[in-house]
T-cell receptor, first 112, second 110 residues
Framework: KAGVTQTPRYLIKTRGQQVTLSCSPISGHRSVSWYQQTPGQGLQFLFEYFSETQRNKGNFPGRFSGRQFSNSRSEMNVSTLELGDSALYLC???????????FGPGTRLTVT | QQPVQSPQAVILREGEDAVINCSSSKALYSVHWYRQKHGEAPVFLMILLKGGEQKGHDKISASFNEKKQQSSLYLTASQLSYSGTYFCGTEDFGNEKLTFGTGTRLTIIP
């Protein structure tokens, strides 16, 4: 069974731009969660989607948004990028919420 | 509020045992444990649920003390492959999102 895939793997953007990251979950998994990982803050929860509905949202500004499609694929968008948004963005899928999560390789975003 | 992990880092020789602790100020529903090797994504180890039994496989096991809102991860006879950063993630009642601790870096040396 194929694992979680994320695209792109690396991205360099300029302050003020926006970016869209994509995540394809493991086949059959309906829950997708997004995390921001930085050396100083560790793994910070962004949001979770289940059956196209946002179940939970972390403490991030409204510039961070996401959505889930009917095939469970998910996207997250960050508008008006700031230098502090530079991080590894990880997507994780699970069969249902609160089940074990399987992480993708992440998208390394660098904002200059 | 994220759970607190201790220790922050530990260095062991191959074959030694390690204990990693995770504690929360909230009433927990579940505790998840993950291991992340450098440059790789976190990998699921186990889930402990409130009212559930101690979990384990191979030489890695964990317990969940519901009264103290604490979980401990036990690694016995550590192997070089156990090196990495261990994260606990907690879910508390009324807040069904996984909140991760800051991690414990485990280094196993020959």
């Amino acid at each position: 069974k194929a694992g979680v895939t994320q695209t792109p793997r690396y991205l360099i953007k300029t302050r003020g731009q926006q970016v869209t990251l994509s995540c394809s979950p493991i086949s059959g998994h309906r829950s997708v969660s997004w995390y921001q990982q930085t050396p100083g803050q560790g793994l910070q929860f962004l949001f979770e989607y289940f059956s196209e509905t946002q179940r939970n949202k972390g403490n991030f500004p409204g510039r961070f948004s996401g959505r889930q499609f009917s095939n469970s694929r998910s996207e997250m968008n960050v508008s008006t990028l700031e230098l502090g948004d530079s991080a590894l963005y990880l997507c994780a899928s699970s069969f249902e919420p609160s089940y074990e999560q399987y992480f993708g390789p992440g998208t390394r975003l660098t904002v200059t | 509020q994220q759970p607190v992990q201790s220790p922050q880092a530990v260095i062991l020789r191959e074959g030694e045992d390690a204990v990693i602790n995770c504690s929360s100020s909230k009433a927990l529903y579940s505790v998840h444990w993950y291991r992340q090797k450098h440059g790789e994504a976190p990998v699921f180890l186990m889930i402990l649920l409130k009212g559930g039994e101690q979990k384990g496989h191979d030489k890695i096991s964990a317990s969940f003390n519901e009264k103290k809102q604490q979980s401990s991860l036990y690694l016995t006879a550590s192997q070089l492959s156990y090196s990495g950063t261990y994260f606990c993630g907690t879910e508390d009642f009324g807040n069904e999102k996984l909140t991760f601790g800051t991690g414990t870096r485990l280094t196993i040396i020959p």
